[in-house]
């Protein structure tokens, strides 16, 4: 009781202050343009495959659903760290978040990323359906069940991150403000806190690490039946058909896996330093997903091409007033 009061006696803060990226100091002016590209390079293109993907009549399959899914999440999960990272470069008022902002940010991100997680498992359950089961393929995967998968991702993602949110800003934080992070994320916040963090991190480690383990055996399971599927296929051309239509998720699944196990599992190994590995999985692999999927899929090579050839077609083909 003495401890509690001792810490309502002490002032909350306000803001805090994001200290940024390693190196990126020293040359802020170059770097904004870099984070400038990337921010544009990860909005645009993956707006481009939702539109593509939205508009096209032959791209109607779960696969794609789920696709239009994952380009929206990658669109706002870079839209939540980048734009203040680009700030933090500009100003040192750029650098300070308010509390609120901090929480709202902290929730965001989470609940972005946890559904991401969600929505890949549910991907590669997709792709065992349609390869491994391909006769009840069009029964199981209807547009109900469809929906009912991509939305279950986003409402779990939603109380994931509703847990987290809650556990790290119900603590008092009376100083210091400085966090040695470039955006507001659980193991540097809770550095921060002026009380006792170890259920904070018991719980971090048991709900996270089950939650993104439980994802990762699925996805691993699904393809290993989708492995042993394919090679039962006689045809060399259909080996390779199967296969490319896997390879694009199995690549984007890695990318995103790899970092947060590094970051996660390791919670007092924050710092400027530490920022390494969560800007590829926040900034780097949205960007390059597009790519990715359009690299690897013919089909949404030429959904795009009938795209741009009827976006040229228009005006052509309007009438002169």
């Not at 997903?289 to 052509?316: G, M």
Request: glycine share 6%.
């Amino acid at each position: 009781m003495v401890e509690k009061m001792q810490y309502l006696n002490q002032s909350m803060v306000s803001h805090f202050f994001l200290e940024g990226l390693m190196y990126t100091a020293e040359h802020p002016g170059l770097f904004f343009l870099l984070f400038l590209l990337i921010y544009s390079i990860t909005v645009s293109g993956n707006l481009l495959i939702l539109l593509t993907v939205g508009s096209d009549p032959h791209l109607r399959s779960p696969m794609y659903h789920f696709l239009g899914h994952l380009s929206f999440l990658d669109a706002c999960l870079s839209t939540v760290t980048v734009p203040k990272v680009m700030a933090g470069l500009l100003t040192l008022d750029g650098k300070v978040i308010s509390f609120q902002g901090c929480a709202l940010q902290l929730y965001c991100f989470h609940f972005l990323a946890s559904t991401e997680c969600f929505l890949y498992t549910v991907m590669a359950y997709d792709r065992y359906l349609a390869i491994c089961q391909p006769l009840h393929y069009p029964v199981v995967m209807n547009k109900r069940v469809c929906a009912a998968l991509a939305g279950s991702t986003w409402a779990i993602g939603a109380m994931h991150s509703a847990i987290h949110t809650s556990l790290t800003f119900r603590l008092l934080y009376c100083g210091p403000q400085h966090i040695a992070y470039f955006f507001c994320d659980i193991p540097p916040v809770l550095k921060l806190a002026c009380a006792d963090t170890t259920i904070n991190e018991l719980v971090m480690l048991a709900n996270i690490g089950v939650v993104a383990a439980g994802c990762l055996i699925l996805i691993i399971i699904s393809y290993a039946f989708i492995v042993a599927a394919v090679l039962r296929i006689r045809t060399a051309e259909g080996r390779q058909r199967a296969f490319s239509t896997c390879t694009a998720h199995l690549t984007v699944v890695l990318l995103y896996y790899m970092p947060p196990v590094c970051i996660y599992l390791q919670p007092s190994s924050t710092g400027t330093g530490a920022g390494a590995p969560a800007v590829f999985y926040t900034i780097v692999t949205p960007m390059l997903n597009p790519f990715i999927y359009t690299l690897r899929n013919k089909e949404v090579k030429r959904a795009l091409k009938r795209l741009v050839c009827s976006s040229r077609e228009s005006p052509a083909s309007s009438p002169a007033p």
